[in-house]
């Protein structure tokens, strides 16, 4: 007969310390390692048929959350047992800064694409490395949280939600002055539509932005709900239903790679490419003439 300790069941005077507040579903962890393996597998057809190699670490974040629900779904057998838990713990909180990453490289390569580059607060050349900067910071919290639960320490586990949460919380910050960003630039777009959209108006300038705005608010959400449930702690809510990780982490997290499948930006950087391209080629040809 095990005893209870303040980590979980003391077996033969030895703490077993408790990974999971339920069983993990098998069931709902292997439908995700689909979604994720199909839409990764999009993204990496996109990655060379529009050259977008700013997708890159968009599709490591699709690898991740491939792989961290693969770990839920071996934990449903070992729910005891370190490895699948660090697994999917690990690679499911990297995944959104990864995606995040791309995100943030994309609004400046759409701004351009339809030149309307004068119109960001910041240049892209500013504002992209500033971000990934951050992203790599968040991302090296949550990895660091991730991994310090190794050793089965109750104070390194305690530790670990703290360094997650500060991730979390900086992650949400960021996320949210760039959505204003991407707001404010989309406005300004619409106030004084730029030469590249007078020219050619079926450009689908506005719906970009869209997915931008829409893509972070899906981060933003999860964010805040993984945000609550390391405030809660063991006993919340949060942590205690499963059905939280599916509902606001991993259905958002799918979406963001779903709706970049249906609407590339890499498809609207290319065609202002070739506009750029032609207008050049046909004042090359009027100043000869």
Known sequence: MADEGPFGPVVNGTMVVVFYEY?????????FVALFAFATLGHIIYLFYLRSWSFIPFILGGI???????????????????????????LILASPPLLAATIYMTLGRVAIAVGAR?????????????????????????LAGSVLPASGDPSAIELSKKVVLGGLVAQLGALAVFIFITWLVKRRIKQSPTRIILKDTSINWKNHFRAIMLVTLLIIVRSIVRTVEYLQGESGTVMSNE???????AAPMWLVM????????????????????????????????
């Open 243 to 249: 059905a939280f990780i599916y509902v606001f982490d």
């Open 258 to 289: 779903a709706i970049y499948l249906a609407l590339h930006p890499g498809r609207l950087v290319r065609h202002g490419r070739r506009l750029d391209e032609r207008e050049k080629s046909d004042n090359t040809l009027l100043g000869h003439n």
């Open 118 to 142: 004068h119109y960001m607060p910041l240049s892209p050349r500013l504002l992209t490395p500033l971000y990934v900067v951050i992203d790599i910071g968040t991302l090296a919290t949550q």
């Open 23 to 31: 069983r993990p579903n098998q069931q709902a962890a292997f439908a």
């Open 64 to 90: 991740a959350e491939l792989f961290g629900y693969y770990g839920r779904a071996m934990s449903h057998n070992e729910p005891d047992v370190v490895g699948p838990w660090i697994l999917q713990n690990l």
